[in-house]
């Protein structure tokens, strides 16, 4: 699950974590007393930034939802010293268009802004806090080339990328923040500032069960003050049940409306740009099935796997769903039958296709437990479902519907 930047502050600052400070809004109404708010702790610099789930966006463009051709504004966010400025700027940026190139050109609406203080800073860095599965262990990564994408720097200059690997029988240790501190040149109050920041920051990390803490940029301040300049989130969907309060975090807005609805059945489901819509058991089966689509010269319209231990209505379920993606043209049905019986698999596609009028080609491939009882069924069923016996077939049948 992903979270906007200012959730991920408030989980940071109950962790004691130096953060660029803000009141996030959602309507105009509320400006006035976000500015009042940081205008009495003193501060006279103001940042507007738009809260959407995808980076890039002081570098987006946000753009009428009616009239996507009409440019509102560069940048989804804004430094300004004017009270008045800030305004103008929120206004144009809430609930607009924002264009990134994280969000496609589909782009995402601004419906939430963090409006937050102004820092003066001397350098920016980069943090972040990931699982490293290769070696089941965190990593932490950070750079000098602050404020700019990771991903960049790791194609054009990887050796600007340090990493440290914590054990985790042990957890982070002091001198591991310290050889990090060295790697960026750190020295003096920033040296010293630095440790018990990244030991909080991976705390938060850790207690929290994220996937992935990125601080980027992370800042060195002109009194020498380590702080985290933006904050981005992720968290293990299988850990959520041990933290209610950041499951409250999470924004239907920011989500696919199939993807929610799949959720609701604890379904694995993610929508993709083609036409031929997959249902699959196993995460890696659905991935290969996937690829096999592409060879054939198809485009699979989403990832979905229903399961281990699928019921039939969690298979019709996961039917209906596919089918309510209009760019859907046909149906790819793969399943190894291992725990999850193929005839419960078969049972759940012929209900769901009773109960939706299936107007597009459907495609079977059914192996191992209880796979002869399927094609029974999938032959008295009365409906037209083409069976393949290899997954090379039923690709190739697929994709030729569609052609």
Known sequence: MKIHEYQAKELLKKYDVAIQDGYAINDMSDFDAAISKLQSRGINQFVVKSQIHAGGRGKGKLFNPENREELILEGGVKFTTSVEKAKDLASKMLGNLLVTHQTGSEGKIVKTLFITEGLDYKKELYLGILLDRSVSKNVIMASTEGGVEIEKVAEETPEKILKVWIDPSIGIQSFQARELAFGLGLSGAAFKNFIPFLLKLYKAYEETDASLLEINPLIITNDDRIVALDAKMNFDDNALYRHPEIAA????????????????????????????GCMVNGAGLAMATMDIIKLAGGEPANFLDVGGGSSAETVENGFKIILSDPNVKAILVNIFGGIVRCDRVAQGVIEASKKINVAIPVVVRLEGTNAKEAAELLDKSGLNFLVAKSLKEAAEKVTLTIH
């Not at 924004?251 to 036409?275: C, F, H, R, T, V």
């Open 249 to 276: 975090y999470r924004d239907l807005n920011e989500e696919a409306p199939l993807e929610i609805e799949a959720s609701k059945y604890n379904l694995n489901y993610i929508k993709l740009d083609g036409n031929v």
